[in-house]
């Protein structure tokens, strides 16, 4: 006999409850209670599943993303993003939610239900911790390190296509259509990324996907894992110190102590390449991704067009003086900004 399941019209669309009894019946976690469609993904489904046990998470990657312009990308990504996880957990346990089951072929899986603030929640209320900056940038450079120079992890995680289709192109490649006179200059920034392979990069640390926990940063969503540029990662988080300084303007200079925290932090935690060249590379790129913030294929939902010129007229004048530094990066920031 099934079970009966409570789901919201959206899981069930998305996810017919037998199915996902079948899977979670498979790894032997139990009969679903109740299904959860939970708000928020543009690449993939997330359910909260009610079990006996507890909840837990089910998660599964799109083929299409839920965004205006046309965004495809492979659900293979799924299964990096579960690796990821496993990875990263074993590196920083703490840095993870547990991968509980999977079915790569249906690009799916099961993970621990972590109940915490997002990040972006906290910093929407102008809550700038730089204590929880510094941890994020510790946890980043701990997993960047551990992964360096592991010709496992870079087979592993040989995902050069899928980085290109869900980061590069949207972010660099789709915002040089926008801005033909600085479309070289995001190309160049677009190609040295995808030429630079040193580590496992998460590829969205994002406040949105991270959970604040005492024990420190729970990484999410690492649907675009990839062996690259840690440069990356640390631009995109840093950014969002930027964005949200324009978002929420009356913490501005805690968002800014933020951002030195988290980039002190994480290049002390540079063992595998020069800290300064990494440096160099996450300071030229994030201006670039500051201006796919606003005119590239994700743009935030946050702004009103005050907002996005503001952004928009920063970030160009970023990209057209480069700085080598990211202390001289914020200044610059705070002069364009204004």
């Not at 099961?110 to 946890?139: H, N, T, Y």
């Not at 690259?228 to 995109?236: E, S």
């Not at 964005?243 to 929420?248: A, G, I, M």
Request: net charge neutral; aromatic share 8%; hydrophobic share 50%.
């Amino acid at each position: 006999m099934t079970a009966q399941v409570t789901a919201t019209a959206g899981a069930l669309c998305a996810l017919l409850p037998s199915k996902l009894e079948r899977f979670l019946a498979r790894a032997g976690l139990g009969t679903p209670r109740r299904v959860e469609s939970l708000p928020g993904g543009v690449s993939s489904d997330i359910w909260r599943v009610e079990l006996e046990r507890g909840p837990i998470c089910v998660k599964r990657a799109l083929p299409r993303l839920r965004v205006a312009q046309v965004w495809e990308a492979p659900i293979v990504r799924n299964r990096y993003e579960r690796q990821w996880l496993q990875t990263a957990g074993a590196i920083v346990p703490s840095a993870a939610p547990r991968v509980l089951a999977w079915d790569d072929e249906a690009g799916l899986f099961a993970m621990e239900c972590i109940d915490a603030p997002v990040w972006k929640s906290l910093l929407r209320q102008g809550v700038a911790d730089a204590g929880f900056a510094a941890s994020v940038g510790d946890a980043l450079a701990a997993i960047h390190a551990a992964t360096a120079r592991d010709a496992r992890i870079a087979e592993r995680f040989s995902t050069d296509a899928i980085f290109h289709a869900i980061r590069l192109e949207p972010y660099l490649v789709a915002t040089s259509r926008v801005h033909d006179d600085l479309r070289a200059r995001l190309i160049e920034l677009e190609c040295r990324t995808a030429a630079t392979h040193r580590a496992l990069v998460h590829g969205d640390v994002s406040p949105k996907n991270i959970l604040v926990r005492d024990a420190g940063p729970v990484f999410l969503d690492a649907e675009c894992a990839w062996w690259g540029d840690p440069a990356f990662d640390l631009a995109f988080c840093l950014n969002h110190m930027f964005l949200k300084s324009v978002w929420v303007p009356h913490a501005r200079e805690g968002f800014l102590r933020c951002y030195d925290a988290l980039s002190s932090a994480y290049l002390a935690g540079v063992t595998w390449e020069a800290p300064a060249e990494l440096e160099e590379r996450a300071a030229t790129l994030l201006p670039g991704l500051l201006l796919g913030r606003v005119d590239g294929k994700s743009p935030v939902e946050y702004f009103d067009e005050a907002g996005r010129s503001l952004v928009r007229r920063a970030a160009r004048a970023l990209l057209a003086a480069p700085v080598r530094t990211l202390a001289e990066l914020k200044a610059a920031w705070q002069r364009s900004s204004t």
